[in-house]
């Protein structure tokens, strides 16, 4: 595989990395949480702009940190879909000139195939088939990866997505942004059985529940309605206890589901990615149950769980080794299927 330079601007993290065959030369995060607290969650246009403020000084930090040329870089990356179109835009558009201005090629990538190949920067084995399990702020779902762009989606959220019930959850709680960090320490020092909460199951018209899709919104309004009624009664929330019989629920409906799916495919490796992997209770539970179906589990640093250019560039150097080439007129999306991977390179090996 060659060497990458790939760029990750989809939302709140202005990213830059360099790869070469699955390792990691430079590797920088500007992250805007800081920025965004205030507001409770991700302002579009303010992210957009603080693309722009850091860009170029991340790239400049890469190359800094992997000591490499431009004439050493094989090719460009960038990640095209999906995400926020203007911060989409700031990215894109930044890899593409540089392709031209350099006369490298340009590869896009998909944000949510970047998620499956973050376990890839530790486990440079790994090889499909496998199942996927990748939770984030914006996605949940069980996707079979049968090989580099060749996805089967399994299963799905039908409403929030985990990593987005965290955040509302936190800030019912009144405990802060990003949701998901701090409801995984407070977890730590609660009863995760202290109260009882719905898993949420889809149903089908035919009956029964779907085996692998999942709901969190009503798990969310459960902990709105248990709040509610602990006020009114006078008492004081007990914030550890319901932040742990919270998280306690999301990971139990994600292992149940997760390990049925891969056991049904008969699928002996279980890959997480996206920022909700990197939550504790759900690493214990997961890697637990998968264990005594003999099914093996694998989770991303914690570094490469959230939103970040390794994942892309790794992504990348896999198309770029088949000879997947984007052209430099590949717009943005907002949204776009795992599954419509082949889209982003329309004249070459997927296509």
């Not at 403020?53 to 991340?58: G, L, V």
């Not at 509302?168 to 407070?186: C, Q, S």
């Amino acid at each position: 595989m060659g060497i990458v330079l790939a760029i990750e601007t989809s939302c709140d993290e202005t990213a830059v990395a360099i790869v070469n065959n699955r390792k990691v030369l430079g590797h920088i995060v500007a992250s805007q949480i800081d920025i965004h607290r205030e507001f409770g969650g991700v302002v579009p246009e303010v992210a957009s702009r603080h693309h722009l403020e850091s860009i170029n000084s991340c790239i400049a930090e890469a190359f800094e940190q992997a000591n490499l040329s431009w004439d050493e870089i094989e090719a460009i990356a960038a990640t095209c879909a999906p995400g926020l179109v203007g911060a989409l835009f700031v990215g894109v558009s930044a890899a593409k000139t540089l392709a031209m201005l350099r006369n490298k090629p340009f590869v896009g990538v998909h944000h949510l195939e970047g998620h499956i190949y973050a376990s890839y920067l530790s486990q440079p084995e790994l090889e499909p088939p496998f199942l996927c399990l990748l939770v984030s702020g914006g996605h949940t779902s069980f996707i079979e990866v049968q090989g580099c762009g060749e996805y089967e989606l399994l299963g799905q959220t039908r409403d929030d997505a985990a990593g987005e019930a965290f955040d509302k959850v936190a800030r019912l709680l009144g405990v802060g942004y990003p949701g998901g960090p701090i409801i995984d320490r407070l977890a730590k020092e609660g009863n995760p059985k202290a109260f009882p909460l719905p898993e949420g199951r889809i149903s089908l018209p035919e009956g029964g529940y779907h085996p692998y899709d999942c709901s969190f919104s009503g798990l969310k309004t459960a902990v709105l309605y248990l709040v509610q009624k602990l006020e009114k009664a006078g008492n004081e929330i007990p914030v550890n206890d319901i932040a742990a019989s919270f998280q306690h629920t999301v990971a139990k409906a994600l292992t149940k589901r997760a390990v049925r799916c891969a056991g049904d495919r008969q699928l002996k490796t279980i890959v997480v990615g996206g920022g909700v992997a990197a939550n504790s209770g759900l690493r214990e539970m997961l890697t637990a149950a998968a264990a005594e179906k003999g099914i093996a589990v694998h989770f991303p640093p914690l570094k490469f769980c959230t939103d970040n250019a390794a994942m892309i560039a790794c992504a990348a150097a896999e198309h770029f080794d088949r000879g997947d080439r984007s052209p430099l007129n590949l717009s943005v999306q907002s949204r776009l299927p795992i599954t419509e991977v082949a889209s982003l390179y329309p004249s070459t090996s997927l296509g």
